[in-house]
């Protein structure tokens, strides 16, 4: 293949990319710009999700678009229980101390990851794509359900704009978000939103999962990568900013995409981990953040 | 001679002017009382001179050196010393080591790594804990100490670093009338040697203390003079004195 | 940190220094080698300490020092030839490098920022070995011929791979780092760096350029995670990309954490602890690092000071 049809192959790729990663990075920058903690576990709710997807499929046996529509009734509802309990059994006695949280979140990493691994086993296991049909274009054929995922995340993270800038939902987490007490004062009942946009993050995590689990497989470690990116992502749009997140997103899955398929994909992680680490230091607000006084 | 001298020095915050366009200037030796109603950006404006902050815009000069942009600690270098409004010492270390802390600064600057011989460090040390009189609680951990005497530490620590000039912010805040008068004491022998810039609430310390006054209202300098003529200035007890 | 303690710590630290000298004439085979990697770990331990417990700088990222000074060390050895002793100062001088050239980046930023930092830079050390697996063959690794561990100092041979020699310079390093850290604690330098950690601001407005502190802090603890890096590549002759991993650097931070956050011999007390609780859960299963986690997680809930803190508060108010 050329470079064109290689490019192309690359964008597409990097749109879907995107398009997942909005959605998982989407959770944790709601996390941060809320609680005001970084939940480094953010990628095994991700992993989760598809881990959950896989159980549906398997009740369900040969249907896989039954499969795949439980798995994503299922999933946001067994994941946030999941992240609810955290939050409410460990976040919460230690008050969302930051330096805390982020230590805690490693354990719970290491606990949530080493449980999947004793229950679900070390392998990669596959899902099928609820509904298989090719995009034939003139250099490549091109899996349908691809589409499906972009379409898919595009009208979530529609409604969650949605309910975030037009519902009162949104408004509460919005005063939460910028005065806690003040928020507290006028009867907002500030932990139990805490513990809903924790379970909130996650269930936007565990959703991409199940998109995305036909396409890869569902494997007990398959939540680093997301969670490097969403990172990523996070950082450079701006911790707290939204729009910034969803902008960032395009760029890095676009040009993760893109560096993988021309590169390799450890030299795109490597240019990623150091993106982060520069950008924390000499632009923390982000590309799109505020800079705070 | 001119110590310090400010020029058009302004911060804002987000919109408001703290401190809009000071031009300030202090002579050597004096004691200079800086007043004004709360919120007149007062301590906006000495965390400016000390270098807590940074300027919006403005320049600071201090014996003639342009220092707006010298970061905190070297400022401290060329003497200029600040004491804490909210009483910020080292709560979990004891008295001594509170201390220790400013004078092995202060010797590291002067004599570099052979100025902290440890007897030297410590007869130093000691004998700054002896000028405010809290030598007997040398090894008290400084967190279990009545607040005047944290008070007093805080200002012993800033005495360690052989100050040129001595900030201090609201340095009788909930000190009891005893302490106040010892205080006093203590800032006349300091201001022997040092020049001192007081923010005060207490009118009777200013008029006792200062040669001169600085009246400050929403940002900017209302009036400056002796306490006499500020006391008879019209504007300044219309925002102010109201007496 | 007054004066009036001296004997009692003396005692205390000497004595246990002595006590693992001893140890070695009564293990059998097995922990005799265990002991020898737990006194390499706690020295990297110890220095890790003096970053977190005493400078009060949360790293995520301490394994990209001790991985320094294993591939400094290793790689010199097998591919240049370097005797042992060299090796080791080479791979120490990496671990203090690395920490300096890190730290003028990292060292700009603080709290959460700065755990994200120094967590993303050992990530992309971790990688980078990865990437270069011609020289460093990656995840493999490498393994040290016996030739290369081996010493002559003319009058006698020091060989890395025998255990006594193992065990006694593992014990030497140890107690470097050790009494190092004591040294650091009395010295106006430590007092400097405890200053730091308790108010940083007030510090600033005494007159200390911090960022130059907390750079001498990382450069100090990055030596010894160095050296324990170093000698692990020459004693144990593998040198491989998992020792650069997270893992590394969240174990180190569990040692700690469990031994006492800013205790001398807490970082020993948590190495042991774990070495021998993960040995123990990896005969039952493979899912080891459950405990990892769990361990975590309990710890920063119920007992954030860890176990020589808490004795510290509860009955013994002079352990440094």
Not at chain 3, 276 to 295: H, I, K, P, Q, R
Request: glycine residues 10%; charged residues 10%.
């Amino acid at each position: 293949m050329s470079l064109g049809p290689h490019l192309l192959l690359a964008l597409l790729e990097g749109t879907v990319q995107a398009f997942v990663l909005a959605l998982t990075a989407l959770g944790l920058s709601l996390v941060f710009g809320v609680m005001r903690v970084v939940n480094v576990a953010h990628g095994t709710f991700f992993m989760l999700g598809a881990v959950v997807a896989w159980f549906c499929a398997n009740l369900v046996g040969d249907h896989p678009t039954l499969g795949f529509l439980l798995a994503l009734a299922l999933s946001p509802i067994v994941v946030g229980s999941i992240a609810a309990l955290c939050d409410v059994l460990v976040l919460r006695p230690l008050k969302h101390d930051p330096e805390a949280t982020i230590v805690a979140t490693i354990g719970l990493l290491y606990i949530l990851e080493q449980g999947t691994l004793m229950t679900f086993g070390p392998d990669a296991r596959p899902v099928e794509p609820p509904i298989q049909f090719r995009l034939l274009f003139p250099w490549f054929g091109y899996a349908g359900y691809k589409l499906v995922v972009v379409g898919a995340s595009a009208l979530l993270l529609l409604l969650v704009w949605v309910a975030l800038k037009k519902m009162r939902i949104g408004l509460v987490m919005r005063a939460t978000q910028f005065d806690s007490e003040t928020a507290q004062n006028f009867g907002v009942p500030v932990e139990r939103v805490y513990t809903g946009v924790f379970a909130l993050g996650a269930m936007l995590a565990a959703i991409a999962g199940v998109l995305v689990v036909p396409v890869q497989q569902a494997h007990y470690l398959m939540g680093q990568d997301p969670l490097l990116l969403s990172f990523i992502v996070v950082i450079i749009g701006g911790l707290g900013s939204l729009r910034g997140t969803l902008a960032a997103a395009f760029v890095i899955g676009l040009s993760d995409g893109v560096i993988s398929v021309f590169f390799s994909p450890t030299l795109a992680k490597i240019l990623a981990t150091l993106a982060v680490a520069l950008v924390l230091v000499f632009r923390p607000q982000g590309l799109f953040g505020a800079r705070q006084a | 001679m001119k110590l310090l001298s400010t020029s058009g020095l302004a911060r804002e915050f987000g919109g408001i002017k703290a401190v809009d366009g000071v031009n300030f200037t202090l002579e050597q030796g004096e004691i200079r009382a800086i007043i004004g109603p709360n919120g007149a950006g007062k301590s906006t404006f000495v965390s400016l001179v000390c270098g807590r902050i940074g300027p919006s815009a403005g320049s600071i000069e201090f014996e003639g050196r342009d220092i707006t942009t010298m970061p905190p600690w070297r400022r401290v270098g060329l003497g200029i010393v600040y004491t804490f409004q909210i009483t910020s010492i080292f709560k979990n270390l004891s008295c001594f080591d509170n201390v220790a802390l400013a004078v092995q600064s202060k010797l590291l600057r002067e004599h570099g790594l052979r100025g902290l011989h440890h007897r030297r460090l410590r007869e130093s040390t000691m004998s700054t804990l002896e000028l405010v009189g809290l030598h007997p609680l040398s090894h008290t951990h400084a967190g279990t100490l009545a607040y005047g005497h944290q008070r007093l530490l805080e200002v012993a620590m800033g005495l360690a670093l052989s100050p040129k000039l001595l900030i201090m912010d609201e340095p009788t805040q909930g000190l009891a009338d005893s302490e106040i008068v010892e205080f006093c004491r203590l800032t006349r022998s300091i201001a022997e040697s040092a020049t001192v810039l007081l923010i005060e609430h207490n009118m009777s310390v200013v008029m006792e203390l200062a040669d001169r006054i600085t009246v400050m209202n929403a940002g900017s300098v209302l009036a400056e003079g002796t306490p006499q003529e500020i006391r008879r200035n019209a504007d300044v007890q219309a925002a102010y004195l109201g007496a | 940190m007054t004066r009036d303690n001296t004997k009692p710590l003396l005692l205390l630290h000497v004595g246990l220094l002595l006590g693992l000298f001893l140890l070695q004439f009564v293990l059998p085979a097995y922990h005799h080698t265990n002991m020898t990697r737990i006194m390499l770990l706690a020295a990297y331990a110890t220095g890790y300490n003096i970053l977190v417990g005493y400078t009060g700088l949360l790293s995520l990222g301490h394994a990209m020092f001790f991985a320094a000074g294993l591939y400094g060390a290793g790689m010199a050895a097998q591919y240049i030839g370097l005797n042992p002793a060299a090796a080791l100062l080479l791979g120490i001088m990496c671990g203090a490098g690395l920490a300096l050239a890190a730290g003028l980046v990292a060292l700009r930023t603080a709290g959460v920022s700065f755990m994200i930092v120094t967590l993303m830079f050992a990530q992309a050390s971790y990688l980078l070995i990865l990437y270069f697996n011609d020289y460093t063959r990656g995840d493999e690794g490498i393994l040290l011929s016996e030739s290369s561990r081996r010493l002559d100092l003319g009058w006698a041979t020091l060989d890395f791979v025998q255990p006594t020699v193992r065990y006694n310079l593992a014990l030497l390093v140890f107690a470097a780092c050790l009494l190092g850290l004591l040294a650091l604690l009395r010295s106006p330098l430590g007092r400097v760096l405890v200053a730091i950690r308790e108010n940083p601001e007030r510090a600033k407005l005494l007159g200390y350029d911090i960022f130059r502190y907390k750079l001498m802090a990382l450069c100090i603890s990055g030596a010894m995670a160095g050296s324990a890096g170093a000698c692990f590549a020459l004693m144990f002759g593998y040198v491989g990309a998992t020792y650069a991993s997270i893992q590394y650097s969240i174990l180190v931070l569990l040692w700690v954490l469990l031994g006492g956050v800013g205790t001398a011999i807490g970082p020993l007390v948590g190495t042991v602890l774990m070495f021998y609780l993960v040995e123990t859960a990896s005969d039952y299963t493979s899912s080891y690092n459950l405990f990892v986690g769990l361990f975590l997680v309990l710890l920063v809930l119920f007992f954030p000071r860890g176990i020589v803190g808490w004795l510290r508060d509860r009955a013994v108010p002079w352990l440094p």
